[in-house]
C-alpha cells in the first residue's frame, strides 16, 4: 500500500491492528467522501478515494454553458449551513445572495396567476389552514432528539403513518391540503404517499424548522456559489491531488482477516478500513462479502431514492426583473413544474430559470417526447413571466432518476416502518471495518450538502478514533 508523503503527519497518526499506519479507502468523491478523505488527510491518514464518475462532486454538478455556470445538481447554501461555509471559505469560494427581490407567482387552477411577495403572504387557496398544519408539523418535529431520533415518544405512531395520511386526517380544506403536497414534493421530491411521517418530521427538525427549508433568505435558499457549488468539491479533490481516482467503480468489499478487499472496475485495493458513500441505490450495487447484516441490507432496500428532474431555461437577460418580478412561481394549477427560480449568474449578465419537476409530475412528463416537455416547462413559465418566457435561447433538463450513480434525488426517502424496524442498526451502524457516510446518514441538515459534509467528517472521526494509539497499561508485576 502506498504511502503519501503530502499530508502526512508522524504523530499520532492512526495505525492498524497490526501497528502499521493504516489505510482508508473511500467509496465516492460526492462531498461526504471528499469531506471524510479530508479529515483523515488532515490527520496524516493514508486515504485513497474511488469515485466511479470521471468528475467528483456527486448530486452537485456545476457545468458552464454558453459562459453561464448552470448548477444541475446541489446548488444553495444556508447561514446554518456551517460545514459547507466552512469548507468553502477554506478553499476560497465566493457565494453571492439568492435573487429574491420583487413579486413571485403563485399559478392556481383556472389561469389563475396570484402574485405575492416574501414579506406578504398569500392569502387564499387554503393558505390560512396550511399555516396551522405548518405550525404543527413544526412542533412535533421539535419533539425529535436529533441525537437520538429513536427515542421519540411518537415514534411508533409517526413511523406508521404515510404523510398523505396525516395531511388527509389532520388538514380538511381541499386546497390547503395541495398546499401541503406540494412542499412535500418540492423539499423530499417524492409522492406524499410514499414517505413516513416521521421521517418527514426528522427532515424537518435536522434542518431546524419547516420554515428553514422552505424560505429564500436567511433559509436553505439564502445563497448559491459563484463558480457553482461543485467548486469547494473540486478544490477539496483538487487538495488531495493523487489521493482522488476517478472512473473507478467499485464492484464489491471483502473483509478478510487482515483488512478489506476493495473490487474496483480496474482491479483489487486492501485496505484497513472503507467508507461507503452514495446514495441508497448506489450503494445497494455493491455486493458485500459476507453480505451486510439485514439492518442495514433492509434500510437500504426500504429508502428509495427521490424524483426530480431540474431544468434551466437560459434567457438573454432576466427581464422578469423589469416587471418586478421575483421568478419565483409556485404551480398549483396541475403543470409538471412545481417552483421555480432565478438562477441567473450574480452579474445578472443572462436570464436563467431553474424549474423543478417531482413525483408523478415527473413520470408523466419523462414519458413525452422532447418538444412536449420543452412546451410543458415553458407554458407555466409563460404564464406568470410573461411571453419571453416562451422563447429562451435553451433549455437544458437534467433527470436524476436517470443518473447512473445516484439514481434519484435530492436524497432517499425511507417508507413507513423503516426508521422503527431498521433505524437503530441499519441506518448508520458501521458493519466490520466498513462504514457508511452519505447526506444520508447525518443528523443534521440531512438530504443537504451539508449533512454530507458532516457524515463524512463524522465517520472519518470515528474511524480515527477507534484506530488511535492507545498507551500500554502496565501489568501489575511490572508496576510494583
Ligand atoms: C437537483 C438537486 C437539487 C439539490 N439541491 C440542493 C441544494 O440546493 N442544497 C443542498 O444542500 N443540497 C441539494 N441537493 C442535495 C445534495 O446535492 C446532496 O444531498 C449531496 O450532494 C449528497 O452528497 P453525498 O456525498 O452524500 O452523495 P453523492 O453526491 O451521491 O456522492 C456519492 C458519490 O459516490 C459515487 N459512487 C456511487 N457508487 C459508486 C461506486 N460503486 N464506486 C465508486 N463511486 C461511486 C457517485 O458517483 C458520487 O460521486 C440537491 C440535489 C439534487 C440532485
Not at 465516492?28 to 488527510?41: F, M
Not at 389552514?129 to 411518537?154: K, Q, V
Not at 418530521?201 to 433559509?219: E, K, M, N, P, V
Request: proline fraction near 6%.
Amino acid at each position: 500500500m502506498t504511502v503519501h508523503d503530502h499530508d502526512r503527519s508522524d504523530d499520532g497518526a492512526s495505525i492498524d491492528e497490526g501497528g502499521a499506519p493504516m489505510k482508508v479507502v473511500v467509496v465516492g468523491a460526492g462531498y461526504a467522501g471528499l469531506a471524510a478523505a479530508l479529515e483523515l488527510a488532515d490527520a496524516g491518514i493514508d486515504v485513497e478515494v474511488l469515485e466511479a464518475a470521471d468528475r467528483v462532486g456527486g448530486r452537485v454538478w456545476s457545468r458552464e454553458h454558453d459562459s453561464v455556470v448552470i448548477d444541475h445538481g446541489g446548488q444553495w447554501v444556508g447561514p446554518t449551513q456551517t460545514e459547507l461555509l466552512g469548507l468553502a471559505a477554506r478553499f476560497g469560494c465566493e457565494t453571492f445572495r439568492s435573487y429574491d427581490e420583487g413579486r413571485h407567482v403563485e399559478l392556481w387552477p383556472g389561469g389563475v396567476a396570484e402574485p405575492f411577495t416574501s414579506d406578504e403572504h398569500v392569502d387564499g387557496f387554503g393558505a390560512a389552514e396550511y399555516a396551522g398544519a405548518e405550525a404543527r408539523l413544526d412542533a412535533m418535529a421539535g419533539t425529535i432528539d436529533l441525537d437520538d431520533p429513536l427515542g421519540t415518544p411518537e415514534l411508533s405512531d409517526w413511523d406508521a403513518t404515510t404523510f398523505e395520511s396525516w395531511i388527509r386526517d389532520e388538514i380538511s380544506d381541499e386546497q390547503a391540503r395541495d398546499r401541503m403536497r406540494l412542499v412535500l414534493r418540492g423539499v423530499w421530491a417524492c409522492e406524499p404517499r410514499d414517505v413516513s411521517l416521521f421521517h418527514v418530521l426528522f427532515y424537518i427538525r435536522s434542518a431546524g424548522g419547516l420554515g428553514q427549508l422552505l424560505g429564500t433568505l436567511d433559509c436553505a435558499q439564502d445563497s448559491r456559489f459563484v463558480d457553482g457549488a461543485q467548486a469547494p468539491a473540486r478544490a477539496v479533490a483538487a487538495h488531495l491531488d493523487d489521493r482522488v481516482r476517478l472512473g473507478l467503480r467499485v464492484r464489491g468489499i471483502a473483509h478478510g482477516p487482515d483488512g478489506v478487499t476493495v473490487r474496483t472496475s480496474d482491479g483489487d485495493i486492501v485496505a484497513d478500513r472503507v467508507v461507503v458513500t452514495g446514495s441508497t441505490a448506489a450503494q445497494a450495487r455493491i455486493v458485500f462479502d459476507p453480505p451486510l447484516p439485514a439492518a442495514r441490507r433492509r434500510w437500504v432496500a426500504r429508502s428509495p431514492m427521490g424524483d426530480v428532474a431540474k431544468v434551466h431555461a437560459v434567457y438573454p437577460t432576466p427581464f422578469w426583473r423589469e416587471a418586478g418580478l421575483s421568478g419565483q412561481l409556485v404551480a398549483y394549477d396541475g403543470s409538471p413544474v412545481s417552483y421555480t427560480f432565478d438562477n441567473s449568474p450574480p452579474d445578472g449578465s443572462r436570464g436563467v430559470i431553474a424549474a423543478f419537476v417531482y413525483g408523478d409530475a415527473y413520470r408523466a412528463w419523462a414519458r413525452l417526447g422532447e418538444p412536449e416537455r420543452r412546451a410543458a416547462i415553458l407554458a407555466p413559465l409563460v404564464a406568470a413571466l410573461g411571453p419571453e418566457a416562451g422563447r429562451p435561447d435553451d433549455v437544458l433538463a437534467t433527470c436524476w432518476p436517470d443518473d447512473e450513480l445516484a439514481e434519484g434525488a435530492y436524497a432517499a426517502v425511507p417508507t413507513p416502518g423503516t426508521w422503527i424496524e431498521h433505524g437503530a442498526n441499519g441506518w448508520r451502524s458501521p458493519a466490520g471495518r466498513v462504514s457508511f457516510a452519505g447526506t444520508e446518514q447525518s443528523a443534521r441538515w440531512n438530504g443537504y450538502i451539508d449533512g454530507a459534509i458532516r457524515s463524512g467528517r463524522e465517520a472519518a472521526r470515528a474511524i480515527m478514533q477507534a484506530t488511535r494509539p492507545r498507551p500500554h497499561r502496565l501489568d501489575h508485576e511490572e508496576t510494583t
